[in-house]
């Protein structure tokens, strides 16, 4: 029996003669003599054309089926690339790959980065920080890491967020029976006019939260004193933390204007110095988080609502939450001096 031998079409044409034939289509050849001068039929000229055409490309592209193989020197000089670059894209890799000689789907691109321990994930948002910031980041952390453990329990923390009512009222998924989208529980409740949002000022200790406060309009620091007056003495009452307490606020502009700085210290109101930039070390953004994702769950239809749910969760923050935040305090100084006073995970 003769060995069978594979036909033109069954197998590959090398690099070499795929890059020969695009080369006298473009010195201007026709179809039927390219085909007889490299003695490959017309049909697989015609292909290599259209695809070159198509791809700018005479190399295998990849196919549907099984993934193809990288080489380790190709799976090392991917790794290589998004460890340089960690927002090059998936399809800056594939064209990568593609230009080094090995063609691979996107799937195997992504398992080959899998296996070094790198995973696609959503960049996070971090303030941008001048060394000036690094610096004062880490000067605090310094500072205060050894003194902590004696003032964790006198510290009031406090700031503001805003809290969008089309936020909370965010697209869901939902597990449903065909032919069931309209059922109440299958449905959101919608708020017409778009919503809008409120701005809350809340604080909180280690005995858990205090006072939370909607304010009404655009914060001026004339509001933020009336806040600190009617709120700041008796929140620290109330959380029972003498008169002694340390006051955490940032260094926002209305928080640190002559108003505000005299209402704290015609009240004695001994204030935490704090570093720019640094939303990573302020304890209540853990706070404010759990609070918008309880209140999403309620699904209020105006900001009358809204503002109420707000004041009813925050009250049912766990004591045991604050209690918490407040220990993992020194992890987060310790971060910070690790990182040099660069952005830490919190």
């Not at 045991?320 to 305090?329: F, N, P, T």
């Not at 992890?331 to 660069?342: F, N, Q, S, T, Y």
Request: proline share 4%.
């Amino acid at each position: 029996m003769s060995e069978h031998k594979p036909s033109m079409k069954s197998k590959e044409l090398s690099v070499d003669l795929r890059d020969r034939i695009v080369s006298r289509h473009k010195s201007g050849e026709g179809y039927r003599k390219i085909s007889a001068a490299l003695k490959v039929p017309m049909s697989i000229v015609a292909s290599n054309i259209r695809k070159w055409k198509k791809f700018e490309t005479t190399r295998t592209l990849p196919r549907a089926g099984w993934p193809s193989k990288l080489s380790d020197w190709g799976r090392r000089a991917l790794v290589r690339e998004v460890t340089k670059n960690p927002m090059v894209t998936l399809s800056e890799l594939q064209m990568s790959s593609m230009e080094r000689g090995e063609p691979s789907r996107r799937t195997t691109i992504s398992a080959a980065i899998h296996q070094s321990g790198l995973y696609g994930r959503v960049a996070r948002r971090k303030p941008l920080l001048s060394k000036r910031h690094m610096a004062a980041h880490l000067e605090f952390a310094k500072r205060h890491l050894k003194d902590f453990q004696t003032m964790r329990e006198k510290i009031l923390w406090s700031d503001e967020t805003k809290i969008e009512l089309f936020g909370v009222n965010a697209r869901r998924h939902v597990w449903r029976k065909p032919g069931t989208a309209h059922h109440q529980a299958n449905t959101i409740p919608t708020v017409k006019h778009g919503g809008g949002s409120i701005i809350l000022w809340g604080c909180f200790s280690v005995a858990g939260t205090g006072r939370l406060v909607r304010i009404k309009g655009k914060m001026t620091a004339a509001m933020y004193s009336d806040i600190l007056d009617e709120n700041l003495l008796q929140g620290a009452l109330d959380l029972r933390l003498g008169r002694r307490f340390i006051f955490q606020q940032d260094n926002d502009p209305k928080h640190t204007v002559k108003i505000s700085k005299e209402w704290l210290q015609d009240n004695s109101v001994n204030v935490l110095e704090w570093p720019s930039q640094s939303p990573d070390l302020n304890l209540i953004e853990h706070l404010w988080r759990d609070l918008k994702m309880t209140v999403q769950r309620r699904f209020p239809s105006n900001l009358m609502e809204l503002e109420r749910c707000c004041k009813e969760e925050w009250v049912k923050l766990a004591k045991d939450r604050c209690a918490k935040l407040v220990a993992s305090y020194s992890k987060r100084l310790e971060a910070v001096i690790a990182a040099k006073g660069a952005s830490t995970k919190y």
